[in-house]
């Protein structure tokens, strides 16, 4: 995250952004019980939603934990085995953003159900390549911190961790346990199921000539200056008024459309007058999908900083697993949105949740980066590949699992539809220049996938061997749902 970027890509969120294809509606202005000693906590502000982390600062290893082999090794670092206030997520951040930590890190954690203590888990120690770009106000924020990626053990109440570095590990080792919190019954949609989401099929000739309009429902009416409701923070008032075109401000979700009723949502750009005479191109866009809104999982819109970054448009997008585990079920999807939200946040020093997108294990989508989510939000995704694009990250870990066919068919859905809005064919190729990086240097011209993998950008096992050999399937699925193919 340290090399620089060209500072083109930002704008503030009042700001008007120009897409290939806009939408038609205006867009609305945005406006604990104790701990035990050596655990300091960061409660709850007011006002915000429950969830909390604790910070557990590391120690030298000696007979009183269980280090990797016999007597353990004087350079290790880790905790004893202890009681905490309950916690979901768990990660290690330290002081210097620049430096790596090259070892093993390993946790076990006591749940709550039963008091049962798993075994050792891996904590992916490779996170760097995550993150903003330097030339950003927030990739030289002072907040920043190194950080392995984060690891859901589900609810827990105890834990014990032991590091070992290949070579001399950073300063400032701390263990984060971070409690999600719950919200309130009714405030979320239900995610326990996959999205209805039909696979695409290859229209004929015959099938072509039937106007699709003929059948399709038409698009529903922008609702016009949405009244916020009351209660609202402002800080949830402009996150959500950043989608107030699409879903009424409060929504736990925008809803899906159909290709037809996507296409009627948007306008061309203007013909200038050299082809005024030419018929209008029908922009390949596919069906907007089900988006599960910020408001829907339940982020703490208190805890990120104020107003949203834009980049100049989106001609990518790079796909992640979030190296969180396979462990969770599709209703504790939001639980673990909010746990890796308040990582990014308050334990990494970032200014926002990293991605733009997230999609669960039964294919649901949900809102990642505030900002609005057919609008070009700059993620802190893709070290040296934010800018002009955008980051979908697959909850789970699919270095060795395979993923979900429903969160492969969740990535094409919405890739034809955000790609649509931009003009990009998903089973294409495009150029974008590096900010900097372990693949390629500072300035380079780049060509890449129109849907790459993290490891297209830059050296790293994500988005996991297994997810990233199903990309060439979701190319093809969305080209099919654009009605390309």
Request: glycine share 10%; proline share 8%; with cysteine.
């Amino acid at each position: 995250m340290r090399a620089s970027l060209a500072s083109s890509i930002a704008v503030t969120c009042a700001a008007a952004l120009a897409l290939p294809v806009s939408l038609a509606a205006p867009v609305a202005a945005v406006a604990p019980t104790a701990l035990p000693p050596a655990v300091s906590a960061l409660p709850p502000e007011p006002g915000q939603l429950p969830g909390s982390t604790q910070s557990l600062p590391l120690v030298p290893l000696d007979g009183s934990v269980r280090g990797f082999g016999a007597g353990g090794d004087s350079g290790d670092q880790g905790l004893a085995r202890r009681d905490v206030r309950p916690f979901s997520l768990v990660g290690v951040v330290w002081d210097d953003p620049a430096a790596a930590l090259h070892g093993t890190v390993q946790v076990r954690t006591r749940s709550t159900g039963d008091g049962t203590w798993s075994e050792w888990q891996d904590v992916e120690t490779h996170n760097d390549e995550h993150g903003a770009d330097p030339a950003t106000a927030e990739g030289t924020g002072r907040a920043l911190k190194g950080a392995t990626a984060p690891l859901w053990v589900g609810d827990s109440d105890g834990v014990e961790i032991r590091v070992r570095g290949e070579e001399q590990l950073p300063e400032g080792l701390s263990l984060e346990l971070v409690d999600p919190g719950t919200v309130p019954v009714g405030d979320a949609p239900d995610a326990a199921d996959a999205p209805d989401a039909p696979a695409p099929r290859t229209r004929t000739a015959a099938a072509a000539a039937v106007p699709e309009a003929a059948t399709a429902p038409a698009a529903p009416a922008a609702p016009a200056a949405p009244a916020v409701p009351a209660g609202l923070s402002a800080a949830e008032a402009a996150a959500s008024a950043a989608n107030s075109q699409l879903a009424s401000y409060g929504a736990a979700w925008i809803p899906a459309l159909s290709k037809v009723a996507t296409e009627a949502t948007v306008r061309l750009p203007e013909t200038t007058t050299a082809v005024k005479k030419a018929p209008a191109v029908k922009p390949f866009i596919g069906p907007r999908p089900k988006i599960i809104t910020r408001k829907g999982w339940g982020a703490d819109e208190s805890i990120r900083e104020k107003g949203f970054v834009y980049t100049k448009t989106i001609k990518a997008a790079f796909v992640h697993h979030s190296a969180t585990g396979n462990n969770y079920t599709c209703r504790q999807a939001p639980s673990v949105l909010r746990s890796i939200y308040r990582y990014h946040v308050k334990s990494s020093g970032w200014r926002d949740f990293g991605y733009n997108f997230a999609v669960d294990k039964c294919g649901n989508i949900y809102e990642g980066r505030a900002g609005g989510v057919a609008k070009p939000v700059l993620g802190a995704h893709t070290l040296g590949f934010n800018t002009n694009s955008m980051g979908i990250a697959v909850l789970g870990t699919f270095s060795k699992s395979a993923p979900p066919a429903a969160a492969v068919t969740a990535v094409a859905r919405l890739t034809a539809w955000k790609l649509g809005l931009h003009g990009v064919n998903p089973n294409s190729t495009t150029y974008l220049t590096s900010g900097g990086g372990n693949l390629y240097k500072k300035g380079t011209k780049v060509k890449l996938r129109t849907i790459a993998g993290h490891r297209d950008g830059f050296a790293t096992e994500c988005p996991g061997a297994r997810l990233y050999g199903k990309l060439a399937t979701a190319r093809t699925t969305s080209a099919k749902y654009q009605g390309r193919l």
